[in-house]
C-alpha cells in the first residue's frame, strides 16, 4: 500500500544511519528501545525476542537470531518513522506485518528479517553495503531482491507489470527465499487494500489472482495461495463472494453436524482396523475454489456436495494406504476419483492421497498424508529447507524449479520484448500441470494437460528440441505431434541434422515450447526475415524513401521504443510478425512528431513522408493497377492510381478517388469512407466503376470476418463452400478464446458486390455461423 511521508526529510535517516553505523559499513553499539516506546503493538513473539536480548547489540554482525529480528525491526522502524499508510496507521506495521507471516510459513531468522527491512533501501537514504556490513550479505541479497523498482520509469502499466516480474524471476532463480517475502508483502497488502482507489483495487486485485497465488501453489504455500485467491475473488467478483459466503453461513450447523458424524464414525473404524494414531478432522473449501468448481462444471452452490473435505493425518507412508483401504471400506468409493500424490508427487512437492466417496448420501472429499507432507503442503518451499545463518543463498532444485529456469532463460534471450507476449507466457507457465510422464530413467516430469512429445522435448532441454526428430512412447515410435497421457515412458529421438517446423506450433501446449520454436525461427532465419520487413516499408515508403528512412534519428527511437537494440532487429521483428506495420508507422508517426515539434493534427500521411524525403506510397493497398484501356477505373487515363485498403471498393459500389499532394498518385476509396472525410473537395475526383466486360477478369481483395460455434471442421467446411463457387482465399487466421466463439479472419477474391453479397449470406446461412461481416 502506498505511503504518506510527513515532513521529515533525509536528515532523518542519515541521523538514524549515523546512530547504528560508525561512518563505516557497520552497526556501533545501540541502545534497544523499551517495548513500549515503539508506539506500535508488536506480535508476541517480537516482544519475546526483544525482552530476551541484552539491552545492547554489540558492533559485530548479530550471530543469534533473535538479535538479528531484533535489530532489523529496530532500524526498520527507525528509518520508517515519520511514513504512514493511506490508512493512517504508521508504516512500520506493514513490515512488522510481512516478517509475521514469513514467521508463520516457518521462514528463517534471514528471511524475517529481509521482511521487517524490504522497503528500506527503496523508501529511505540507506544503502545496501550499509546493510550488507551489519546484517550479512544473505539479508542484503533478499532485500535487494524484493525492492521494488520505484526508481524506474515505464511506457504503461504493461510493461512496469512486466519489467518488475522479469526481475523478480530472475531474483528466485539465484535465491527462490525472495519469492517468499514478495508473497508475504502482497499478501498484507491484500488485506489493507480497501483504502485505495477502486481502480487501484482492481488492477491489483487481478495481478494477485493471475500471478501471485498461482506462483505460490507452484511452490506449494497452500496457507497463502488460498487467502490470496479468496481476497481477489472478494474484490473482482463481489456478488458471487457475497452469495457463497452467505449460502455456507446459512447452512453450517447442518454441515458441522454432518461432518462431526462422519469424523467420528472414520475414528472409530480407524481404531478398529488397528490404527489409533490417526487425527481425522474436517476442514471447509475455500470460497474460491467452490466458485471455480461452479463455473468449471456449470453448476450451482447446492449442487455442489464437496464444499467440505476431511483430511486424516497419520504417522508414515504405509499408514497413508492402509487408512485409504478403512475408507474405502467404509464408504463407497466414487470411480475415477482417486490420486496418488504420494508415488507421483506434484512438481511443487505436494504429497497426499486423494479420494472421493459418498459419505452420509453426499460425496465428501478425503485426503490421507503424513505430518510431514502436511507440512508441506501448507508451507511449500519454506518446509523444504533449513536454512543455517550465514549460510549461502539456497539454488532452487533444478528439477523441482525447471519451470523457474527455463522462464529465465528465454527471458535473457534476445528477442523477448513483446510485454504483452511474455506476462501471457508467465501467467501459463504457473498453472498447475495435469500430465505426468516418464523420462526413460523413470524421472517424473510434469506438463500441461494437451502436451506433445515436443513439449517433453523442451522441456529435457531446448537443444533436445530444437533436434529431436522422433519420439518413442511406452516403447512404440510415435510422431512427434503425439499427445501424452498420465504414465506414458517418453524418449526423444534426436539427430543433428533436424531442426524445428513452424507447424509445430499447431501441436504444441506448453509456452517454453511455443517460446523456443519462435526464437529458433528467427535466428535461423534472421536474414530472410530482415529483407521480409524491409520489404513491407518499402511498400509503404518506397525504395528511395525506405533508404532515406533507415539513415534516419526516427527509426531508431522507434526501435528503442519496442526494445528493441538496432534498426535490424526491428526490421526482423517486422518481418516475422512479432510487430505489426502498424505499430511501427504510428510509433514512426509519433517520432517525426517529436523531432519536428509539430501538433499530431496537423501532420498528414503526405507531410510525414515529405519530411523524410520520400516518394512515399502511405496507403495501407499498395498493389497498383495497371493503366490498359481496360483499367477498371474509368476517368483516370494516364494517371497513377490505386485501390484503398482501407475500405476495399468493389465494383458495383460507388466510389471517389482522392488526390494526394506532391505527386504520390489517387487513392480509390468507397465514398462512404471514412479517412475522405477531411480531405477537401479540392482534392476530389469523381471517378467510376468501368462496364466493359473485359474487366470482370479483375479481382479485388476484400477481408472478411466470420463468428463461428468452435467445432473441428469449421473452417474446412467454409474454405470447401468458397472453393466450390470458385472464390480464392488468399490468407485465412483463426483466433480462439476459451467460453468465446470462434473468430476466422479470411481474405478473399471477389469480382464485385454482388458476389460479395451472395458469397456472405451462403455462409451465413451454414448452421455453425454466428455473424459475418466485411471489415
Not at 528512412?549 to 538496432?566: D, P, Q, Y
Not at 464485385?752 to 451454414?766: A, G, Y
Request: glycine residues 6%; neutral net charge.
Amino acid at each position: 500500500m502506498p505511503k504518506v511521508t510527513s515532513s521529515q526529510n533525509s536528515n532523518q535517516t542519515n541521523t538514524v544511519c549515523d546512530q547504528f553505523f560508525d561512518g563505516q559499513p557497520r552497526l556501533r553499539t545501540h541502545q534497544i528501545k523499551h517495548i513500549d516506546d515503539y508506539e506500535i503493538i508488536l506480535p508476541e513473539w517480537l516482544k519475546n525476542c526483544i525482552e530476551n536480548i541484552p539491552p545492547g547489540i554489540g558492533a559485530s554482525c548479530p550471530r543469534d537470531s533473535e538479535a538479528l529480528l531484533v535489530a532489523a525491526f529496530d532500524l526498520a522502524y527507525q528509518l520508517h518513522k515519520g511514513q504512514f499508510r493511506k490508512s493512517g496507521e504508521p508504516y512500520i506495521t506493514h513490515p512488522v506485518a510481512v516478517a509475521d507471516l514469513l514467521r508463520e510459513i516457518g521462514a528463517s531468522a534471514s528471511v524475517i528479517a529481509a521482511g521487517f527491512l524490504h522497503d528500506v533501501v527503496e523508501d529511505t537514504d540507506i544503502t545496501p553495503e550499509q546493510l550488507e556490513g551489519y546484517f550479512g550479505s544473505e539479508v542484503r541479497y533478499l532485500v535487494e531482491g524484493v525492492t521494488k523498482l520505484g526508481g524506474i520509469h515505464f511506457n504503461n502499466r504493461t510493461e512496469a507489470q512486466a519489467e518488475n516480474l522479469r526481475k523478480m524471476f530472475l531474483a528466485m532463480s539465484s535465491d527462490i527465499r525472495v519469492v517468499l517475502v514478495k508473497l508475504a508483502d502482497r499478501l498484507h497488502n491484500m488485506r489493507t487494500i480497501s483504502y485505495l482507489g477502486e481502480e487501484k483495487q482492481t488492477r491489483i486485485a487481478r495481478e494477485t489472482r493471475e500471478i501471485y497465488a498461482p506462483l505460490a501453489n507452484r511452490l506449494g504455500i497452500g496457507r497463502l495461495k488460498w487467502e490470496l485467491e479468496d481476497l481477489a475473488f472478494k474484490l473482482l467478483e463481489p456478488d458471487p463472494f457475497r452469495e457463497i459466503q452467505q449460502q455456507i453461513a446459512s447452512k453450517r450447523s447442518e454441515r458441522e453436524e454432518r461432518l462431526n458424524t462422519t469424523v467420528q464414525l472414520l475414528k472409530d473404524r480407524l481404531n478398529s482396523a488397528g490404527l489409533h494414531q490417526c487425527e481425522v478432522s474436517g476442514r471447509p473449501k475455500h470460497l474460491y475454489g467452490i466458485w471455480s468448481k461452479m463455473q468449471r462444471q456449470k453448476k450451482e452452490f447446492h449442487e455442489i456436495f464437496d464444499v467440505a473435505a476431511l483430511r486424516i493425518i497419520v504417522s508414515d507412508v504405509e499408514t497413508c494406504y492402509r487408512a485409504l483401504a478403512v475408507v474405502h471400506d467404509t464408504f463407497r468409493p466414487i470411480p475415477g476419483r482417486f490420486k496418488d500424490y504420494i508415488g507421483l508427487p506434484k512438481p511443487n512437492g505436494y504429497q497426499s492421497l486423494h479420494t472421493a466417496v459418498i459419505g452420509r448420501h453426499r460425496p465428501i472429499e478425503v485426503q490421507i498424508r503424513t505430518p510431514e507432507m502436511h507440512r508441506v503442503s501448507e508451507f511449500g518451499i519454506a518446509a523444504h529447507w533449513k536454512y543455517k545463518e550465514g549460510g549461502s543463498p539456497a539454488n532452487p532444485d533444478s528439477e523441482k524449479f525447471n519451470w523457474l529456469r527455463q522462464l529465465v532463460e528465454w527471458q535473457q534471450e534476445d528477442g523477448v520484448n513483446d510485454h504483452n507476449d511474455y506476462l501471457a507466457s508467465i501467467k501459463e507457465d504457473l498453472f498447475d500441470e495435469e500430465v505426468f510422464v516418464f523420462t526413460p530413467k523413470g524421472d517424473v516430469l510434469g506438463l500441461r494437460n494437451g502436451s506433445t512429445a515436443i513439449d517433453f522435448a523442451y522441456r529435457i532441454h531446448s537443444e533436445v528440441g530444437n533436434h529431436c526428430n522422433g519420439a518413442r512412447i511406452n516403447d512404440r515410435l510415435c510422431v512427434l505431434s503425439t499427445p501424452l497421457e498420465n504414465g506414458d515412458f517418453v524418449e526423444i529421438l534426436t539427430h543433428k541434422s533436424s531442426h524445428p517446423s513452424l507447424d509445430w506450433l499447431n501441436y504444441v501446449a506448453t509456452p517454453t515450447a511455443r517460446n523456443r520454436i519462435r526464437q529458433w525461427y528467427k535466428k535461423s532465419h534472421r536474414q530472410e526475415t530482415i529483407s521480409r520487413g524491409k520489404e513491407l516499408l518499402e511498400q509503404e515508403f518506397g525504395r528511395k524513401g525506405i533508404d532515406n528512412l533507415l539513415k534516419g534519428h526516427a527509426i531508431t527511437k522507434v526501435a528503442e521504443r519496442c526494445n528493441l537494440k538496432s534498426t535490424e532487429d526491428l526490421l526482423a521483428a517486422l518481418g516475422f510478425g512479432a510487430l505489426t506495420l502498424h505499430q511501427v508507422i504510428n510509433r514512426f508517426r509519433e517520432e517525426i512528431k517529436i523531432l519536428n515539434q509539430v501538433p499530431e493534427t496537423e501532420l498528414s500521411d503526405l507531410e510525414l513522408a515529405t519530411q523524410i524525403g520520400t516518394q512515399a506510397n502511405l496507403a495501407s493497398n499498395k498493389s497498383k493497377v495497371s493503366q490498359t484501356k481496360y483499367s477498371p477505373i474509368v476517368g483516370l487515363e494516364g494517371l497513377d492510381y490505386r485501390i484503398g485498403g482501407c475500405c476495399s471498393p468493389l465494383p458495383g459500389e460507388a466510389i471517389l478517388g482522392t488526390v494526394a499532394l506532391g505527386n504520390h498518385g489517387i487513392t480509390i476509396h468507397r465514398t462512404n469512407c471514412v479517412n475522405i472525410e477531411s480531405i477537401p473537395n479540392s482534392r476530389r475526383l469523381s471517378v467510376q466503376w468501368n462496364t466493359n466486360a473485359r474487366i470482370k477478369e479483375e479481382k479485388f481483395p476484400i477481408q472478411l470476418r466470420i463468428e463461428v460455434i468452435d467445432r473441428v471442421g469449421v473452417l474446412k467446411d467454409i474454405l470447401m463452400r468458397l472453393s466450390d463457387r470458385g472464390i480464392n482465399v488468399i490468407d485465412a487466421r483463426v483466433q480462439t478464446s476459451h467460453g468465446k466463439p470462434e473468430c476466422i479472419d479470411l481474405k478473399v477474391e471477389l469480382e464485385s458486390v454482388n458476389q460479395l453479397e451472395i458469397t456472405i449470406n451462403q455462409i451465413r446461412s451454414m448452421v455453425d455461423v454466428l455473424d459475418i461481416a466485411r471489415t
